[in-house]
């Protein structure tokens, strides 16, 4: 069955400091990847998506991530975070019918 | 103004109440989506429809049903509401130009059934 898992439920960084937020991923054919972000109190907004071609794929924010098919992950990245990056991010990927599989999601918090 | 509007943003309801939560979009997009988010489970599809006539079940449709009255609208009823419906409702919207644009979401409704 198509699934996606993201291991952490919460993870603390400091600002400045660099991040990567983990996203595996069930499913038989070539995936469909993306990353959503929840700022608080909004709705999700598309940070960046893979389909096919170059594995580190840009988006937006700062953001980049890794496709990795050995390894059924597409990993989240930032060099350095930022306060205003405190939100809950979503990895999703493209199911049947036209259906994204979300993750549970993971809160960022950042220290000051 | 916001692409995509629900209302009402908040809502508390009644175990057996019938009510309606609506979304607009301007964005001109044919696909509307209606997802519910509950803590830890991320977000889960309840219904789509890719155009006025097109109305398909997603993961979790029992319970729910689901009006489009003209392209930019998409209107999500619950028929007698119960606590387990307590959660965040999204609307979204795409375009449908390939198989998976990117989807614009609206800021969402609390919904909470006593």
């Known amino acids: 069955a198509q699934s996606v898992t993201q291991p952490d439920i919460h993870i603390t960084v400091s600002e400045g400091a660099s991040l990567e937020l983990r996203c595996n991923y069930s499913y038989g054919a070539t995936p469909y990847l993306f990353w959503y972000v929840q700022s608080p109190g909004q709705g999700l907004q598309l940070l960046l998506k893979?389909?096919?071609?170059d594995t580190l794929v840009q988006g937006i924010k700062g953001f980049e991530a890794e496709f990795k098919r050995s390894q059924s992950s597409f990993n989240l990245r930032k060099p350095s975070v930022h306060w205003s990056d405190a939100a809950e991010y979503f990895c999703?990927?493209?199911?049947?019918?036209?259906?994204?599989?979300w993750g549970a999601g993971t809160k960022l918090i950042i220290k000051p | 103004d916001a692409d995509v509007t629900q209302t009402p943003r908040n809502r508390i309801t009644k175990t057996g109440k019938r009510i309606m939560l609506e979304c607009s979009q301007t964005k001109g997009h044919d696909r509307m989506y209606w997802y519910r988010q509950d803590p830890g489970l991320g977000l889960r599809l309840i219904y789509y429809?890719?155009?006025?006539?097109?109305?398909n079940k997603g993961e979790i449709s029992d319970g729910y049903s689901v009006s489009r009255q003209a392209q930019a609208k998409f209107s999500l009823s619950l028929e007698s509401a119960i606590p387990n419906q307590t959660a965040l409702y999204f609307c979204?919207?795409?375009?449908?130009?390939?198989?998976?644009?990117?989807?614009?979401f609206g800021p969402g409704t609390r919904l909470l059934v006593l």
């Open positions: 429809s890719f155009d006025v006539k097109d109305i």
């Open positions: 999703a990927v493209g199911g049947s019918n036209y259906q994204l599989i």
């Open positions: 979204a919207t795409s375009d449908s130009n390939g198989r998976w644009e990117t989807q614009y």
């Open positions: 893979y389909f096919s071609g």
